[in-house]
């Protein structure tokens, strides 16, 4: 079983009344009691800004998912790591690497890497340029299989529409071999193709527990026709 870590995402949507008033002290006392009780993963949330038209459902209060992860694997021994879910196109490739190389260097190999193309039409326009919501999914695909590189070669090569770079080297190396476990989160049509082409596993956002038999299934054709297997992790 894995969690979302609670107070570090207040979305007005699912917060609960005590995390609006709890401490930076008691998220880490729940993350210690969950790493204790043999929690499989530690999920932290993603957002830089939300727009005025959004606070009334999602609040404000997002703290940073790299920065999170980075304090959690100083105090947390053998519970996963998840980014649940970074926004991953509004990283360039290289900076993203950087970021989760040093997260599985410093938690001994213990991160997945959630992603996914985002929802926010406003956040994703003024951090990426105008245009760059309706592109989230072409930017999103481009950007998994930049970061994979990446993750995979000290100095990888990459020639896409949106980035271009090759013969930069990153270091320190991720612990995991050949790289962490990449997770894509969404449950639209779109997004099921994108696990099957790219993911190790999948964070279903919305799914109804009736319909989820259906989409796993749908996951692993989609797989086998574009990798010759059906293996799957599911969050």
């Given at each position: 079983?894995?969690?979302?870590?609670?107070?570090?995402?207040?979305?007005?949507?699912?917060?609960?009344?005590?995390?609006?008033?709890?401490?930076?002290?008691?998220?880490?006392?729940?993350?210690?009691?969950?790493?204790?009780?043999?929690?499989?993963?530690?999920?932290?949330?993603?957002?830089?800004?939300?727009?005025?038209?959004?606070?009334?459902?999602?609040?404000?209060?997002?703290?940073?998912?790299?920065?999170?992860?980075?304090?959690?694997?100083?105090?947390?021994?053998?519970?996963?790591?998840?980014?649940?879910?970074?926004?991953?196109?509004?990283?360039?490739?290289?900076?993203?690497?950087?970021?989760?190389?040093?997260?599985?260097?410093?938690?001994?190999?213990?991160?997945?890497?959630?992603?996914?193309?985002?929802?926010?039409?406003?956040?994703?326009?003024?951090?990426?340029?105008?245009?760059?919501?309706?592109?989230?999914?072409?930017?999103?695909?481009?950007?998994?299989?930049a970061l994979m590189?990446?993750?995979?070669?000290?100095?990888?090569?990459?020639?896409?529409?949106?980035?271009?770079?090759?013969?930069?080297?990153?270091?320190?190396?991720?612990?995991?071999?050949?790289?962490?476990?990449?997770w894509i989160g969404?449950?639209?049509?779109?997004?099921?193709?994108?696990?099957?082409?790219?993911?190790?596993?999948?964070?279903?956002?919305?799914?109804?527990?009736?319909?989820?038999?259906?989409?796993?299934?749908?996951?692993?054709?989609?797989?086998?026709?574009?990798?010759?297997?059906?293996?799957?992790?599911?969050?």
């Amino acid at each position: 079983w894995g969690m979302q870590l609670p107070i570090q995402s207040q979305s007005t949507l699912y917060v609960s009344e005590w995390e609006k008033r709890a401490s930076v002290d008691e998220m880490a006392a729940i993350a210690v009691a969950a790493d204790a009780a043999g929690c499989f993963y530690l999920g932290v949330c993603d957002h830089t800004a939300i727009p005025a038209r959004l606070v009334d459902a999602m609040g404000s209060v997002w703290y940073h998912t790299i920065a999170m992860l980075g304090w959690l694997a100083g105090f947390t021994k053998r519970t996963r790591l998840l980014s649940h879910v970074v926004t991953l196109s509004q990283r360039h490739p290289l900076r993203a690497a950087k970021e989760f190389s040093t997260l599985d260097r410093l938690s001994h190999g213990r991160l997945v890497i959630g992603v996914g193309v985002g929802h926010v039409a406003e956040e994703l326009d003024v951090l990426n340029g105008p245009g760059s919501f309706a592109q989230r999914g072409k930017r999103g695909d481009e950007a998994i299989e930049a970061l994979m590189k990446c993750l995979e070669e000290e100095a990888a090569t990459h020639e896409g529409s949106c980035w271009r770079f090759s013969g930069m080297h990153i270091g320190p190396r991720a612990v995991q071999e050949p790289r962490p476990p990449v997770w894509i989160g969404g449950s639209s049509p779109a997004a099921l193709r994108r696990v099957a082409a790219y993911g190790d596993g999948w964070l279903p956002q919305g799914t109804p527990r009736s319909a989820l038999y259906e989409q796993i299934q749908r996951i692993r054709e989609l797989r086998h026709e574009f990798r010759n297997d059906a293996w799957l992790d599911i969050g």
